[in-house]
């Protein structure tokens, strides 16, 4: 079992960067895919991006692809997205979950695949 905490979030002006971090506790982080989600006001939770537990394949949403990158760090236990070129469409809360299913890139973009969550961070993009 893991638990996600998400941090780094914050208000930036569009065309500025964030980086999310992602900290799971548990042995077993290295085992999980991990994903990114958001979730704006009055829209339901959006895919963002995921990376298989061996950092070896990621896969993103088209509104994100060339913008955002997701890496991790599996001897800190850590996840983390790096926005780049935001844009006030991009404001939302991001979550990060935890996937046990083996990774397989379309099927990681829906929540159902996720077994734990993170209670989000708000990201703000100001035009």
């Known amino acids: 079992q893991v638990q996600p905490v998400e941090s780094g979030g914050g208000l930036v002006q569009a065309g500025g960067s964030l980086r999310l971090s992602c900290a799971a506790s548990g042995r077993t982080f290295r085992t999980y895919g991990m994903g990114w989600f958001r979730q704006a006001p009055g829209k339901e939770r959006e895919f963002v991006g995921a990376?298989?537990?061996?950092?070896?394949?990621?896969y993103y949403a088209d509104s994100v692809k060339g913008r955002f990158t997701t890496s991790r760090d599996n001897a800190k236990n850590t996840v983390y997205l790096q926005m780049n070129s935001l844009k006030p469409e991009d404001t939302a809360v991001y979550y990060c979950?935890?996937?046990?299913?083996?990774?397989?890139?379309?099927?990681?973009?829906?929540?159902?695949?996720?077994?734990?969550w993170g209670q989000g961070t708000q990201v703000t993009v100001s035009s």
């Open positions: 990376i298989s537990w061996s950092a070896g394949s990621t």
């Open positions: 979950a935890a996937s046990q299913y083996p990774f397989n890139g379309p099927s990681s973009s829906r929540p159902r695949q996720y077994d734990y």
